[in-house]
């Protein structure tokens, strides 16, 4: 008697949740790094294999941009609208400080800032992916040197405030905090960086 059994194609992809499948890569890249992470790790954390990655996705470097656009969309995107809305220039960037030491400081394996870590000794293969952090990264600065530019118009800084080199030197500090986050240090400790990143404010406005 002939079996009426359906049987499935062989390539046929699993059916698997998108966003809980992005979310556990951003989690791996975020702990080890783009160039760190490879296909096979991304997989296994995803819980699907390469053709369901390559077919939701493109590639890994699609799939990482990706990953940071939701990073940067769920962590850092609040942070950017408090230091616009928050009137006080020096309470402004107390919490951006405070802020992003919390998000720095995240448990399993998740310290740091993702963006920054993947960015550190990025290799010429990974030219493309650089370019993409490079320009998520001058965000960043342009978001902190917008407030600072606010903060002189409305009498909080001196009107000669070397805006772009004071928005340099602060994004520095969280760049240092999330270096410094990856090599063990408490949460308390990268808010006292933030607390010297505050007293670079210049004072005596007019």
């Known amino acids: 008697m002939e079996s009426t059994r359906t049987v499935k194609s062989p390539g046929r992809p699993r059916g698997f949740d998108r966003a809980a499948a992005l979310d556990a890569a951003l989690d791996l890249f975020w702990e080890r790094g783009y160039e760190s992470t490879s296909i096979s790790d991304l997989c296994d954390a995803m819980s699907i294999r390469p053709p369901s990655l390559y077919a939701a996705f493109g590639n890994k470097a699609q799939l990482f941009l990706e990953a940071v656009d939701r990073y940067e969309r769920t962590y850092w995107d609040p942070v950017w609208r408090g230091l616009k809305q928050e009137p006080d220039v020096r309470r402004a960037f107390s919490q951006l400080f405070d802020t992003g030491a919390t998000i720095m400081s995240a448990q399993d394996g998740r310290q740091g800032c993702l963006v920054t870590l993947s960015a550190v000794g990025m290799s010429p293969a990974s030219a493309d992916v650089a370019k993409a952090l490079d320009k998520v990264r001058a965000e960043g600065v342009s978001h902190i040197h917008g407030r600072l530019k606010d903060a002189v118009n409305d ?18 500090i969280l760049d240092g905090m999330a270096l410094r986050s990856r090599d063990g240090v408490s949460i308390e400790r990268l808010r006292k960086m933030g607390q010297a990143g505050e007293r670079m404010l210049p004072t005596g406005a007019g």
């Open 155 to 172: 009498g909080q800084l001196p009107a000669e405030t070397n805006l772009l080199a004071l928005a340099d030197a602060l994004n520095a």
